[in-house]
């Protein structure tokens, strides 16, 4: 780094006697080996060295050229980029999506009867939440002594299930009228089983394996009320069981035309 500066100095100076000989006596007394370099002395050495100097301040002083770009390396990096930067993106989209919707599948409430709800809780038990729909079987409204909830069978005329509610049923709520209760089926414990009451209405609920404990009591006054699948669900029922009793009258008709023609 020094030599360059004394030789990029030395130019300089050179530079300035030629085109100021006067100054040339004064040079002498302070620098005699840069001032043999400058005496008008035609030696080829001397002349080579001047030129020697010359062109290393020149090359120093030049423009560096700048480096080539490789134009098609930068635009694949750039497309490289872009598409881990989508892909990146689109993934996390689509995990928040699949967190969201087993969220909502988790949370999802479903109107079933009694029957279906009893099917589906056969099939997943982790999966006990429902809004159950039906009638409210007449004479099964009960507060066990034991015990500070309601008691109340729904059924939807082929399956009965005990409800168990803890607090003030609401004024609408009547026997043999619809009603929508929200909450989770459980199984039967030994400590529940003596709390139940034991009308014989409730009997045939109380033959299952499990019971509904209801967290919300809705009551309606009339089956038009009730969620349409509820509804729909309860009036097939009610021919399902009328075409079972003609078939049973019918039945029974045949069997004692058959013993008054015997007799």
């Keep these: 780094m020094a030599a360059r500066f004394m030789f990029r100095r030395s130019s300089q100076i050179l530079r300035s006697i030629q085109k100021h000989p006067q100054i040339t006596s004064s040079f002498e007394s302070s620098s005699p080996i840069l001032y043999s370099l400058t005496t008008a002395s035609p030696d080829p050495s001397r002349l080579s060295s001047l030129t020697f100097l010359r062109s290393l301040s020149i090359a120093r002083r030049g423009p560096t050229r700048p480096k080539k770009v490789d134009i098609g390396a930068r635009a694949r990096q750039m497309q490289n980029r872009r598409l881990w930067t989508y892909a990146l993106t689109f993934s996390c989209i689509a995990g928040f999506v699949v967190i969201v919707l087993n969220q909502f599948q988790d949370q999802l409430v479903f109107y079933l ?125 009610k021919k399902i069981i009328e075409a079972t009793a003609a078939e049973q009258a019918a039945e029974v008709a045949a069997e004692q035309a058959a013993e008054v023609a015997a007799s």
């Excluded at 009308?199 to 919300?216: G, I, Y």
């Design 113 to 237: 009867t009694p029957s279906d709800a009893m099917e589906k809780f056969a099939e997943n038990p982790t999966k006990n939440k429902f809004r159950l729909g039906g009638l409210v079987l007449e004479g099964s409204v009960a507060q066990p002594a034991a015990s500070q909830e309601m008691e109340f069978v729904i059924t939807d005329l082929i399956t009965d299930i005990l409800v168990r509610y803890k607090g003030s049923l609401p004024d609408l709520f009547r026997e043999g009228h619809s009603v929508v209760v929200e909450g989770f089926i459980k199984p039967y414990t030994d400590e529940v089983r003596k709390e139940v009451s034991t009308k014989a209405v409730s009997q045939k609920a109380r033959n299952l394996d499990c019971f509904f404990s209801a967290t919300e009591v809705l009551a309606k006054h009339d089956e038009k009320y009730m969620p349409q699948e509820v509804a729909a669900a309860i009036e097939k029922n």
